[in-house]
T-cell receptor, first 114, second 115 residues
């Protein structure tokens, strides 16, 4: 398995500001992903965080709004830029363990935009 | 395109009842992986099981069991003798090809177990 931590665990932000969420894994992993879970909804993939190259974004998500960094195999950040109330969600980091194909999630960051 | 359907939005049972959560999937790939996750009220997503498309054996883990049937594209999850602590939202998810690619989630089933 993998142990994943995220910072911050929650935050309340004002419209128009930006928030950077950190994801730290206790072991080196090839695949890291960022998901969003809007209130009462399922999870939607934002992007795949690629080490050493730009993230791969899903349809409906763009780099200017959700810039992602992946400086090494244990760490990634997601920034939610120019926030609006519609960005209020739980943001989750996920990793895939190559040896077992199991995928684990961090505890999530609960973001509220006022 | 891949798709996961969890038709049951919410299920309510009384403690000690057995309950089955349904999951139906669609994919064009012959190699794929199916997952179940539990999301309790605290919000974290807990990994329960991963099953690959070549292994149709049912699996049992304590009070949990999973029934994978390729013929009906279903991967159902049964909790035996449910407990209040089982109350959570349960998500079924699908990953194509390599198994550590992205996950497509169903909409989730909220399970409420009352004493």
């Amino acid at each position: 398995s993998a142990v994943i931590s995220q910072k911050p665990s929650r935050d309340i932000c004002q419209r128009g500001t930006s928030l950077t969420i950190q994801c730290q894994v206790d072991s080196q992993v090839t695949m890291m992903f960022w998901y969003r879970q809007q209130p009462g909804q399922s999870l939607t993939l934002i992007a795949t965080a690629n080490q050493g190259s730009e993230a791969t974004y899903e349809s409906g998500f763009v780099i200017d709004k959700f810039p992602i960094s992946r400086p090494n195999l244990t760490f990634s950040t997601l920034t939610v830029s120019n926030m609006s109330p519609e960005d209020s969600s739980i943001y989750l980091c996920s990793v895939a363990v190559a040896s077992t194909y199991e995928q684990y999630f961090g505890p999530g960051t609960r973001l509220t935009v006022t | 395109a891949q798709k996961v359907t969890q038709a049951q939005t919410e299920i309510s049972v009384v403690e000690k009842e057995d309950v089955t959560l349904d999951c139906v999937y669609e994919t064009r790939d012959t190699t794929y992986y199916l997952f179940w996750y539990k999301q309790p009220p605290s919000g974290e997503l807990v990994f329960l099981i991963r099953r690959n498309s070549f292994d149709e054996q049912n699996e049992i883990s304590g009070r949990y069991s999973w029934n994978f049937q390729k013929s009906t594209s279903s991967f159902n999850f049964t909790i035996t003798a449910s407990q209040v602590v089982d109350s959570a939202v349960y998500f079924c998810a699908l990953s194509e090809r390599s198994g550590y690619s992205t996950l497509t989630f169903g909409k989730g089933t909220m399970l409420l177990v009352s004493p």
